[in-house]
């Protein structure tokens, strides 16, 4: 009996678990030691990917419980892509409920926020659109337009201050954070994606335009404290808005 490919991915990622039936030395006998090797370099490389993708969760707990962490992390979820820039896309929603990181409830934004970024970065490029464009629109037509965003463009909403905690994380001399909700917009300008903290009415207004509301829609019942001035200029900044229609 040989070795079936799920019986194979489980052994691998089961440092407990034996070796699969078929996997044998050129004299018949089970290939224990290279088997061994074999998953603990996966395991590594696994680990390894995890470790990369998510640095500012690793600083936050230390690199112990993360190595740990990471280890319960491959196998509940082995990689759906031998592309391991993608490695990791469950993270935020596995540390939202591992218990043994209870004591950071951000952990899991954190994680949230870190994973937009390796989104962005990985993103397709389209030129951005000139920000003359919208300025030509009359205010009837101008709320009656709907933007076309880059890729790259993400809202992360939380209720712990995930931005002042990622720069104070990865920014020497950052401020020390304040435990208030905190939203972010994560886009991708250049060729590095980039970061800002948004107010709830902005947030709400960006999410909005990324469902496809009109402007006028998205400007509805968001908040007093919108700034649709401010919000547009942000957007095209960042290169954000690719195209209206």
């Known amino acids: 009996m040989t070795a079936t490919q799920a019986s194979f991915i489980a052994s691998v990622l089961d440092p407990q678990a034996a070796v699969p039936q078929g996997l044998q030395n050129p004299d018949g006998a089970p290939a224990t030691k290279r088997f061994d090797v074999y998953r603990n370099n996966v395991s590594v490389s696994l680990a390894d990917a995890l470790e ?122 950052a401020p020390k954070p304040v435990m208030q909700p905190e939203t972010v917009l994560i886009t991708r300008p250049d060729l590095d994606p980039m970061i800002d903290p948004i107010n709830t009415a902005t947030a709400r207004c960006i999410t909005a335009l990324l469902k496809g509301q009109t402007l006028g829609q998205a400007m509805t019942g968001v908040g007093d404290d919108l700034d649709m001035g401010g919000t547009l200029g942000l957007l095209l900044r960042q290169s954000a808005v690719t195209a209206i229609y």
């Open 52 to 173: 990369t993708a998510f640095p500012v969760v690793r600083k936050l707990v230390g690199d112990a419980f993360f190595r740990a962490m990471a280890g319960v992390y491959l196998r509940q979820h082995p990689p759906k892509t031998p592309l391991m820039m993608f490695y990791g896309d469950a993270m935020p929603a596995f540390l939202g409920r591992f218990t043994p990181a209870r004591s950071l409830p951000y952990l899991s934004d954190i994680a949230a926020v870190e994973l937009a970024m390796r989104h962005a970065y990985h993103a397709a490029d389209v030129p951005p659109m000139d920000a003359e464009t919208l300025a030509t629109l009359a205010p009837d037509a101008l709320l009656q337009t709907r933007l076309r965003f880059a890729p790259a463009t993400q809202v992360i909403p939380s209720d712990y201050p995930i931005y002042s905690i990622y720069r104070a994380n990865t920014v020497a001399d």
